[in-house]
């Protein structure tokens, strides 16, 4: 079988923009596509260590299982939930990987540029994570990673790094992801899904952004996030049009509509194309998501911590054994075995 693999950091409680944009996108691909591909979801606890956590990491990664769940994730034998840092073949490969890749193409990834920017020093796993996580895809021969358009960079990387590896050695040890743009024609959107900011949506939703407003948490009181929406950034055009550039505002209100519905966006786009009266969109969308944070909230509720622990021993079972054997044909490669 084939494998999706996916992953999300633990140094919080998400927002709807992290839901949106790659948990949800996730859990919709592995209810389709569990019957025949391998559906790897993991924590990446090692990546969450680089920048501060909020809140105790152990609890955060629970919670964060907890949110594949509660959106609706099927399980099967083959859908396998395990935690990064138990597999120690990533930190391994990582290795391997470190002795592969160049700093030129390391110190070319966008996200680092922007998270050393003004820094007098940043830790050296900020400029290395994307080894860390090409890593992460290698290890299981993944060639779908439903992820969002800031990391389109990094699986180019992932991809240079298996294809040079193959090369140098002579054997085609490592699957090669398929490209960005494939990824996001498997992913059924046209392009990589990317949640605005409320006040600012020239700017990416973020958790770490100091205004409250600017963001809705997944453990936002219903009421709360339809108020949030209500006070939304849009424009002064007075025309409703999906236009991410001209009007982004707007756009990422159309865009929320049709995710937290499950509607086709542009479905979404032609019902309100044209019309004029912009608190009419808020309000729409303003119910949507407090209808979607209700019924999420109360299935987040149901899910035990003993749940969640079983499915952890059950896949870390299956990703040691899998991650083992493709380290062993990378170790054998160098000679280290």
């Given at each position: 079988?084939?494998?999706?693999?996916?992953?999300?950091?633990?140094?919080?409680?998400?927002?709807?923009?992290?839901?949106?944009?790659?948990?949800l996108p996730m859990v919709r691909l592995a209810n389709k596509h569990s019957d025949e591909y391998q559906i790897n979801i993991f924590v990446p606890d090692?990546?969450?260590?680089?920048?501060?956590?909020?809140?105790?990491?152990?609890?955060?990664?629970?919670?964060?299982?907890?949110?594949?769940?509660?959106?609706?994730?099927?399980?099967?034998?083959?859908?396998?939930?395990?935690?990064?840092?138990?597999?120690?073949?990533?930190?391994?490969?990582?290795?391997?990987?470190?002795?592969?890749?160049?700093?030129?193409?390391?110190?070319?990834?966008?996200?680092?540029?922007?998270?050393?920017?003004?820094?007098?020093?940043?830790?050296?796993?900020?400029?290395?994570?994307?080894?860390?996580?090409?890593?992460?895809?290698?290890?299981?021969?993944?060639?779908?990673?439903?992820?969002?358009?800031?990391?389109?960079?990094?699986?180019?990387?992932?991809?240079?790094?298996?294809?040079?590896?193959?090369?140098?050695?002579?054997?085609?040890?490592?699957?090669?992801?398929?490209?960005?743009?494939?990824?996001?024609?498997?992913?059924?959107?046209?392009?990589?899904?990317?949640?605005?900011?409320?006040?600012?949506?020239?700017?990416?939703?973020?958790?770490?952004?100091?205004?409250?407003?600017?963001?809705?948490?997944?453990?936002?009181?219903?009421?709360?996030?339809?108020?949030?929406?209500?006070?939304?950034?849009?424009?002064?055009?007075?025309?409703?049009?999906?236009?991410?550039?001209?009007?982004?505002?707007?756009?990422?209100?159309?865009?929320?509509?049709?995710?937290?519905t499950d509607a086709p966006l542009q479905d979404v786009i032609a019902t309100w194309a044209g019309q004029t009266r912009y608190g009419d969109l808020k309000?729409?969308?303003?119910?949507?998501?407090?209808?979607?944070?209700?019924?999420?909230?109360?299935?987040?509720?149901?899910?035990?911590?003993?749940?969640?622990?079983?499915?952890?021993?059950?896949?870390?079972?299956?990703?040691?054994?899998?991650?083992?054997?493709?380290?062993?044909?990378?170790?054998?490669?160098?000679?280290?075995?």
């Amino acid at each position: 079988m084939k494998t999706i693999l996916t992953g999300i950091r633990s140094n919080s409680a998400l927002t709807l923009g992290n839901y949106l944009g790659a948990l949800l996108p996730m859990v919709r691909l592995a209810n389709k596509h569990s019957d025949e591909y391998q559906i790897n979801i993991f924590v990446p606890d090692l990546h969450s260590i680089i920048s501060d956590v909020d809140g105790d990491l152990q609890k955060n990664i629970i919670r964060t299982i907890k949110y594949y769940l509660a959106a609706g994730l099927k399980l099967n034998e083959n859908v396998h939930i395990y935690r990064q840092s138990h597999i120690p073949a990533h930190s391994e490969l990582c290795w391997i990987l470190d002795c592969v890749a160049t700093m030129g193409e390391t110190s070319r990834m966008i996200q680092y540029k922007e998270k050393s920017k003004g820094q007098e020093s940043c830790n050296v796993g900020i400029f290395n994570y994307p080894i860390l996580m090409a890593a992460d895809i290698l290890l299981y021969d993944a060639e779908y990673i439903p992820l969002g358009e800031d990391q389109f960079q990094h699986i180019e990387l992932t991809r240079n790094l298996a294809m040079r590896f193959n090369h140098r050695f002579g054997a085609e040890i490592f699957t090669v992801p398929v490209s960005t743009a494939e990824q996001v024609k498997f992913m059924g959107v046209s392009d990589g899904i990317r949640i605005r900011d409320l006040l600012n949506p020239e700017k990416k939703m973020s958790k770490s952004t100091v205004a409250e407003n600017s963001k809705i948490m997944l453990d936002d009181e219903p009421a709360k996030a339809a108020k949030k929406i209500m006070s939304a950034t849009t424009d002064s055009i007075g025309k409703i049009k999906f236009d991410m550039w001209g009007q982004p505002g707007i756009s990422n209100l159309l865009q929320i509509e049709a995710l937290v519905t499950d509607a086709p966006l542009q479905d979404v786009i032609a019902t309100w194309a044209g019309q004029t009266r912009y608190g009419d969109l808020k309000k729409k969308v303003a119910e949507s998501v407090s209808e979607m944070l209700t019924i999420f909230q109360a299935e987040l509720a149901k899910i035990s911590d003993e749940r969640v622990y079983e499915l952890l021993e059950d896949g870390e079972e299956y990703a040691n054994r899998v991650a083992n054997a493709k380290l062993l044909e990378a170790q054998r490669a160098f000679g280290l075995r």
